[in-house]
């Protein structure tokens, strides 16, 4: 999966051109952030599902910001039963991350239920929320 075409797809499909800026708020605290990805072929969207743009735009924009806010490092993608999707690491530490993507909307609601989520993953890890909405690029993050 080509997931930095993905965040740029998704990104495109609302009306943006690299770079965008984006809102960004981690537990309160936010703090402005640029996207910057190559464009692509919106052709692709003819033949492609959307919530699975929304989706994969989605993990790309929140792997992407998990590693430029703290260096996480992609270990392994989770299963479903799992109840987050992917699982990071620095050194010693680990983190399982619970994505969601929204074209648009109020994504405060659906950072609530990503957070209640990751909070029931039972790996030794910290744990963190990530919506991204994409028609005013925003990515909000919440521990649990």
């Not at 659906?110 to 790996?123: A, D, F, I, P, T």
């Amino acid at each position: 999966m080509d997931y930095a075409r993905c965040g740029g797809v998704a990104l495109q499909r609302s009306g943006h051109s690299s770079p965008v800026e984006a809102n960004t708020d981690h537990d309160g605290i936010g703090m402005p952030a640029e996207i910057e990805w190559l464009t692509q072929d919106l052709a692709q969207l003819d033949v492609s599902d959307a919530n699975r743009v929304t989706e994969d735009g989605a993990e790309a924009v929140a792997l992407s910001y998990a590693h430029s806010k703290s260096g996480w490092v992609v270990k392994r993608r989770l299963q479903r039963r799992e109840s987050a999707d992917w699982l990071l690491g620095i050194g010693p530490r680990w983190l399982a991350l619970e994505v969601s993507g929204m074209a648009s909307g109020n994504p405060h609601d659906r950072l609530k239920e990503k957070r209640e989520q990751v909070s029931r993953c039972s790996l030794p890890a910290e744990r963190l929320a990530v919506v991204v909405l994409f028609s005013t690029p925003t990515i909000l993050a919440a521990t649990a």
